[in-house]
């Protein structure tokens, strides 16, 4: 309850776009805080979107790279996947963003391999 007021601030008309952008990234930097904060993006991209300046929204895209699990990876690109193009430097950042995603989740999964094989 007390996330999702914070997160609201980032709507408030008295923040700027800037602003609001840069808030929502710590918000997502943070593991504890990235699944609310993306599914609060998502729920709230429209408003979002005509906020903050143009050539800065892929930076959604950027702050998510560290998510890392298939789940997490199929709702990045269920989301960007058809908007990305939209702005400007968008499809580098999906593409990289992704990667990043795809290797975390890779290296997570070898990591849990070996402790498996490794507790037996």
């Known amino acids: 309850m007390l996330r999702e007021r914070a997160l609201n601030l980032a709507l408030n008309e008295k ?3 800037r602003e609001a952008l840069s808030f929502l990234e ?5 593991d504890a805080n990235r699944a609310a904060s993306f599914a609060f993006i998502k729920k709230n991209f429209e408003i979002l979107e005509s906020k903050v300046p143009q050539h800065r929204i892929a930076q959604f895209m950027r702050s998510l790279e560290h998510m890392c699990s298939g789940e997490e990876r199929n709702s990045f690109i269920d989301f960007f996947a058809s908007r990305h193009s939209k702005y400007e430097g968008g499809p580098l950042t999906y593409t990289q963003s992704l990667e990043k995603i795809e290797l975390c989740t890779a290296a997570r999964a070898v990591n849990q391999n070996i402790s498996k094989q490794a507790g037996n």
């Open 26 to 30: 710590k918000a997502l930097d943070e």
């Open 15 to 17: 923040i700027n776009g």
